[in-house]
């Protein structure tokens, strides 16, 4: 066995997920997170280490008050409604949490009150006001530099503007050290895009103090000391990290389980909140004179196809519904395998089937029903004793131990889809070996054939029995299944130290079938009924748009709609929501801004002709000026309004 695998014995290992917010039930790209953390969780369990797998709901904001009040609910019975139906997906996944934090517990609600207070009496909070800009889906403040036509740059919807009392944290005094801490240790924010991104946009162009508090809800911690304030949803929340272990700085001696496990060893986050766990969050803990966390692990999304999962679209995929089509291994394997280190990942149903039957049911499933089928015709269900071994028998060996030792290494690295594919790649091979060494050819030969045949089943259990522990983080259920009918009880790393781990003269158990293979047509034909059954019951429930006033002809008249074509289109240099398009009216050329880049590149533009808003008051956006607006449609996904090419320039759209 590697050494290095040894060092781990009895190492602690804390590993969190992002707590959910419990605004609504979590989908397939939500429950990822889970899934990926718990994997991780499994393997350092496996290889020796002591593993405290923290997870949970975040239950206050704004956002959620409002939905509760349009429910006709208290704020409290929507989070309790959330919090259980989060709870039973991550149970149904297999998630092997330690503990479950809801940010409406007692001692949580404690001991960020007792967290607050500590900051203001040191002087790292002060009172201030607030005016700007607030975007409630995202709990986020954003400057006027931020704001991209009005609306959030990260989630693309519209934002208020907010005045209020507020309490401010200081930033800038921890801001340096922050920065020295990043670029000595390299490996604390990941992937590395990440890293850049957290230096470049965002530290080292400085940082502005922060607003921690709001008095313009209730739905909220109280501020201990002044009440009619609520302590800012994301100190709230990121604090958990510390509470769920006992901490409170009140506290003359914290408890055994937050001095074992603190500092964590990785928060696992997705991608659009790396801000908040990279940047507010190591500097809440330098506050509080606490160390920082030893990795900040920033996973990317899952879009479905091309598109981002929203509900507008109709995209949407939970996982408890998707594992009633492909059970809960399919779902836990899918999510882990489809899912780049650093790159969008993608689910579609017709990938899901192709995943599913080629890997689980033909590799995996195939693989241990023949072998255990052939274990019972030629040895009646006993595991046999190798003989003398050829080549092709070393070969498969080698590739065994080269396995084990990618997981290892690709596991400690979070390279979690790699780490499967390995897994798949030799289990590939396991079924080449059988059509190679042909076992039934074996068997007729009462001789030397014999030997063969014996060396070969006991290479193909043995392969099976290192594959099936190896697997054991990614699909449990399924990895014991297989454990079970090779009737060994084996199941840490320790087993793989060697090829042979696998008793002869033992008996196998009952073979039972994996996975299922599913009748693709059969399938996607279903999936598509669903879909429009849905979206029939859906459009009745369409309401007309509330809350736009009416106006007068007049009104209308006053706003100069003009046919212009775009004749010049380019990004603008490090804002990823914006264009800047130079339009040919007809009589004049004009330069606008628009926040259709996530929709549409240059190309796409030059050459077509549009609507634009011509007596538009010039406004400067992110330090572009912007001389007018083009027409577009839709807020999830934007539709820009396109003439037909015959469409004379210039012309008044009446």
Partial sequence: ?????????????????????????????????????????????????DVFFCTG??????????????????PKEHVDKVAGEVKAIWDLMGASYDYFIRTTDDYHEAAVQHIFRKMYERGDIYKGYYEGWYCVPDETFLTDTQVVDGKCPECGRPVERAREEAYYFRMSKYADRLIRHIEENPDFIEPEARRREMLNNFLLPGLQDLCVSRSSFKWGIPVEFDPGHVVYVWLDALSNYITALGYDPDNEEQPELFKKYWPADVHIIGKDIVRFHAIYWPIYLMSLDLPLPKKIFAHPWFNFGADKMSKSRGNIIYADE????????????????????SSDGSITWESVVSRYNSDLANNLGNLVSRTLAMTGKY???????????????????????????????????????????????????????????????????EGAGRDCLATVIYNLLESIRIAAILLLPFIPASAESILEQLGTDVRDYDALETFGGLRPGGHIGTPKTLFARIDEEKFLAEIRAAAEEQKKDEEPAREKPEGVAQISIDDFMGVELRTAQVIECEPIPKVKKLLKLTLDLGYEKRQVVSGIAKWYKPDDLIGKKVIVVANLKPATICGVESNGMILASGEETVRVVFLSPDTPLGERVR
């Avoid at 975040?58 to 008050?65: F, L, T």
């Avoid at 400690?412 to 390995?422: G, M």
């Avoid at 059988?434 to 050819?441: A, F, K, L, N, Q």
Wanted: net charge negative.
């Fill in 57 to 74: 709901t975040d239950e206050h904001g704004e956002k959620i008050e409002k939905l509760a009040h349009e429910m006709g609910v208290t």
């Fill in 379 to 445: 040895f009646g269900g006993i595991v046999p004793t190798p003989g003398a071994e050829e080549g092709i028998d070393v070969e498969l060996k080698a590739m065994a131990a080269d396995t084990v030792n990618s997981v290892y290494d690709n596991m400690c690295s979070y390279h979690i889809a790699d780490a499967l594919e390995s897994i798949f790649a030799f289990l590939r091979r396991v079924n080449k070996y059988i059509d190679e060494t042909t076992p039934w050819v074996l068997a007729k030969d």
């Fill in 1 to 49: 066995m590697r050494k290095d695998y040894e060092k781990h014995k009895n190492e602690k290992y804390y590993i969190t997920t992002a707590i959910a917010y419990a605004s609504k039930k979590p989908h397939f790209g939500n429950t990822y997170e889970v899934i990926m953390t718990d994997a991780i969780a499994r393997f350092r369990r496996q290889i020796g280490c």
């Fill in 322 to 341: 998707m594992a009633e089509k492909i059970g809960v291994d399919g779902v836990r394997y899918y999510a882990l395998v489809e899912m780049p280190y």
